[in-house]
């Protein structure tokens, strides 16, 4: 099964979807939807709504860093670096980590693709 990770802005959440939920992308021409003509996607290996890895900083003190899981909501244009906005996922609903569900912007240098999720399945 093809899973989706949507997200929007007002109020700001990541929804998820599977292919069937979802229809074809169509853009808002005057006052009627018009089907897109852009059949090519973006093959940037960190483009919009792909899920990623990005490091995070847990001790002040000496500096530890862990890889926390993120979603990419857009590329920040402008400066000499690709830099992105992200999104940490949450790990659970009650998670006391307030640094959790918050936006980021990133240097390219800190995300990294996510492995895949069945990387331990036989």
């Known amino acids: ?5 949507v997200y929007f802005d007002d109020p700001p959440d990541i929804m998820r979807f599977i292919r069937s939920q979802l229809g074809p992308h169509a853009d808002w021409i005057g ?3 018009v089907k897109s003509k852009n059949k090519v996607l973006s093959q940037h290996m960190f483009r919009i ?8 900083e847990i001790s002040e003190s000496e500096k530890e ?3 926390v899981r993120a979603l990419v909501i857009t590329e920040i244009q402008g400066g000499d670096r ?8 949450t790990i659970s609903q009650n998670s006391s ?10 240097d390219i ?3 990294m693709p ?9």
């Open 1 to 5: 099964m093809v899973v989706f990770f």
């Open 31 to 33: 006052s009627e939807w």
């Open 49 to 56: 709504g792909k899920l990623v890895e990005m490091t995070r």
């Open 65 to 67: 860093k862990i890889w």
């Open 82 to 89: 690709r830099k992105f906005l992200i999104k940490r996922c």
């Open 97 to 106: 980590d307030e640094a959790e569900g918050k936006h980021s912007i990133v």
């Open 109 to 111: 240098c800190k995300i």
């Open 114 to 122: 996510s492995p895949p999720r069945d990387i331990c399945t036989e």
